[in-house]
């Protein structure tokens, strides 16, 4: 109660402004933190494997899953990374092939630990120990593409021996690794004393050591102003669990616990007041997906009494994912995200229910079953943690609700704008278009661009992005097309002349503005472009009349008289361009049954239209849109050195 007080009291004397309150610490300073930490052997927040009656109360068809998944596994044989195999990324740039050897490890040994402590028959542990050694066998818990993130993205064919390597996977593996000693110690130690030793001498060694002497970790925030990404929190929220359950020394604990607070407090510090994340829907999930498990286990750790769900900030970072839902398991995909996303349910219905927003609790609900009701344990998916947080945290996931569908959101802060004809209802259009700049993180160069769904079902799309190489965070990045401004929707090339990457190109004079019945952005996009494309100004209109149709409206005036000016729209659907003046996008069944959607699009005579056909060969692109994408592209030769550009969408009859 004390505690409470405190924090009540330091709120009112800032006359509860929580917008100068941007820090975890300026509202539960050290002390009262340090007041509130349980002792180690205090905290319980799950029943570890020998409190058989809780473990018991697990509804059936989780215990029936986990199990008969951990049967599958039952002669997984733990095949080591070979170095050839680990060399691959440095060499040829592939990160896929290692990554499903690293993953599987992960995903087969936290089945292992869920399977045992629901069942309780120790028939699995034998596994598990296997699993442990395996992992604390490694040279290194970093996934080769993270090599160079130490080494100023110099990439080493195998890991160093002298360098300590920190990065998001590695971190899972300390949690997963931890959680796995805190519920099985008493029986591993049954078996062996060496095991539960080895775990706590490894996390200490690679993880916990490393992160407590040192400060330079580039995702930390305390050197420079790196701008700060998902690592942050998906670290920070490992490092706590880790301290959590292996730091013995209360004192240790105790600075651990401090300095991932203070790290957090960076991150969020340069988060944007209106919770918009740059990083996509899918990278969502990662950043303040992994925010919001970090404040759930430090609320727990302090048995409730800090507590920050209330701050507005936390609940605009909540709130984004239902904001950007478009329908089912299609997201406003700009930025690094893929076409189809899926971030965890639990997490969006419990980081609703400690914002108390009834709209994320239910996307998480209604996510968690169009998804069938299941929590993968897949490293680079949904962890150990929340599995957990399904079992004992927020069983009530399982009531059903409709998605929330709001009819319309302007995040000012990273410009992007979202509306659809009515809310609650997928039918009809849903139109995204954003502003911003193009060193965004996880950047595409994608300023004006948009994207359009008819009755929730994709017509005008962003690709999205393919599996990582080694390009694609290195200075070649903006070498793949899917980064490239002339594969994002209608954004110009004048004589070949695309978008750059940087922070200086931007929009300017963004504008959003609400009616009735009508929603519109506009802004100059001129700024996005270098200066050899001679664009003197790009005003750029998206307007959407609510059950009329969706208007783009460009002015444009030049420098110099081009000799070409290319605009492209990309497309999964079918498209009939044999009448210039009404283009006709027709549904096509593209992966798994799914079909995209279907749209008319009319436009002035200006055009020579042409289309493309763009085959994919990457599986997580194809993964989506099936075999290809269309590109419809928009030739004026000899245009004039100004001029006014319209295209118009709209619904076909029925």
């Not at 090599?147 to 593996?173: A, H, M, Q, V």
């Not at 661009?449 to 994709?458: A, C, E, Q, R, T």
Request: charged share 30%; hydrophobic share 35%.
């Amino acid at each position: 109660m004390k505690i409470l007080w405190n924090a009540i009291k330091i709120l009112s004397e800032k006359n509860q402004n929580f917008n100068s309150l941007r820090m975890i610490l300026e509202i539960y300073p050290e002390n009262i933190l340090k007041e509130a930490l349980l002792p180690v052997e205090k905290w319980k927040p799950y029943p570890v494997w020998e409190e058989r009656k809780r473990w018991e109360k697990i509804p059936e068809i989780y215990k029936n899953y986990y199990i008969k998944k951990a049967e599958k596994n039952s002669g997984f044989e733990w095949i080591p990374v070979r170095a050839t195999k680990f060399m691959e990324f440095a060499k040829i740039g592939n990160r896929v092939e290692c990554q499903k050897i690293i993953f599987k490890r992960r995903e087969v040994l936290s089945d292992f630990v869920i399977a045992e402590c629901l069942e309780g028959k120790g028939r699995f542990l034998n596994q598990i120990i296997d699993g442990i050694w395996a992992i604390c066998e490694e040279s290194t818990w970093c996934i080769p593409a993270h090599l160079g993130r130490i080494n100023n993205w110099r990439y080493k064919e195998l890991p160093d021996i002298d360098e300590t390597c920190i990065d998001i996977f590695g971190s899972e593996t300390a949690s997963l690794l931890s959680w796995t000693k805190y519920f099985l110690e008493n029986k591993l130690n049954e078996i062996s004393p060496f095991i539960v030793k080895r775990i706590e001498y490894e996390i200490k060694k690679r993880f916990l050591n490393p992160l407590l002497k040192r400060n330079d970790f580039w995702w930390m925030g305390f050197s420079g102003n790196k701008i700060l990404s998902n690592w942050n929190p998906w670290i920070n929220s490992n490092w706590l669990i880790s301290a959590l359950i292996i730091e013995k020394s209360n004192r240790k604990r105790l600075e651990s616990i401090l300095k991932c607070v203070r790290s957090v407090d960076n991150y969020l510090n340069q988060y944007p007041e209106d919770g918009g994340c740059d990083e996509g829907p899918f990278y969502w999930n990662v950043s303040p997906g992994k925010l919001f498990i970090f404040l759930e286990i430090l609320r727990s750790a302090t048995e409730n009494k800090i507590d920050i769900f209330e701050h507005p900030k936390i609940k605009e970072m909540g709130k984004f994912i239902y904001r950007v839902h478009i329908y089912k398991n299609y997201f406003v995909n700009f930025a690094d995200s893929p076409g189809i996303v899926r971030p965890s349910p639990i997490v969006i219905f419990g980081y609703g229910k400690r914002i108390k927003d009834t709209k994320m609790q239910e996307l998480g609900s209604y996510l968690f079953g169009i998804n069938s009701g299941k929590i993968s344990g897949k490293l680079n998916e949904n962890s150990l943690t929340s599995i957990l947080l399904l079992f004992f945290n927020f069983p009530e996931i399982q009531k059903k609700y409709s998605p929330p569908l709001i009819h319309n959101f302007w995040f000012k802060n990273i410009q992007v704008m979202i509306a659809r004809e009515k809310e609650k209802s997928w039918r009809g259009l849903f139109l995204a278009a954003k502003g911003g700049h193009n060193e965004e993180r996880h950047n595409h160069n994608d300023v004006g661009s948009f994207l359009i769904y008819n009755d929730g079902k994709p017509v005008i799309v962003d690709p999205g992005v393919g599996e990582y190489i080694a390009r694609t965070f290195s200075p070649e990045r903006y070498s793949i097309w899917t980064m490239q401004s002339s594969y994002h929707n209608l954004l110009p090339s004048v004589d070949g002349i695309g978008q750059m990457a940087g922070r200086k190109f931007k929009a300017k004079k963004v504008k959003c503005e609400k009616g009735e019945n009508s929603i519109k952005l506009v802004m100059d996009i001129s700024s996005a472009y270098p200066p050899e494309a001679n664009i003197k100004r790009w005003e750029r209109k998206i307007e959407f009349v609510y059950h009329k149709g969706i208007e783009i409206k460009d002015t444009y005036e030049l420098v110099k008289k081009p000799r070409k000016i290319l605009l492209p729209l990309i497309t999964p659907c079918r498209v009939d361009i044999k009448n210039p003046d009404k283009i006709i996008f027709k549904p096509r069944i593209m992966k798994s049954g799914r079909s995209s959607g279907s749209l008319i699009l009319k436009v002035d005579g200006k055009f020579k239209i042409r289309k493309e056909r763009i085959y994919l060969e990457d599986p997580r692109l194809k993964m989506v849109w099936g075999d290809y994408l269309t590109r419809v592209l928009f030739l004026i030769e000899n245009p004039e050195i100004s001029g006014t550009l319209m295209f118009n969408f709209y619904k076909p009859e029925k």
